[in-house]
């Protein structure tokens, strides 16, 4: 062995290593956003359709004001209500690792036939 080659395979081992390491850390970076999607999802349509119900008569109180205490309980924002008749639309938002993540729902009634 040439005195030159000393430690080339212990530098593309730690080379190798890191490669592993970042991947793993962006995998797991990508999984905290797509889960924070899907929760944001949810919240949003779970306060479209609290709101909805306010809006309908089914509960009390007033339709954006539901859809604001169904987001602060699912732990995201609420970035918008607008409510139109009995149809309720809402913004909600969240960010993780400094990524914002924002989900648009709608509830309502069936559109009539």
Do not use: K, N
């Amino acid at each position: 062995m040439s005195h030159r080659e000393g430690g080339a395979g212990t530098a593309l081992a730690v080379a190798v290593i890191a490669a592993i390491v970042l991947v793993f850390v962006l995998a797991a970076g990508a999984a905290l956003v797509l889960d924070a999607r899907r929760r944001v999802v949810a919240a949003a349509d779970a306060a479209a359709l609290a709101g909805a119900d306010v809006a309908l008569g089914d509960a009390t109180g007033s339709p954006c004001g539901r859809a604001a205490e169904l987001a602060a309980a699912a732990g995201v924002r609420l970035d918008r209500c607008d409510q139109r008749g009995v149809l309720v639309r809402v913004r909600a938002s969240t960010a993780v690792l400094g990524i914002g993540v924002v989900a648009d729902a709608l509830a309502g009634p069936p559109p009539a036939r």
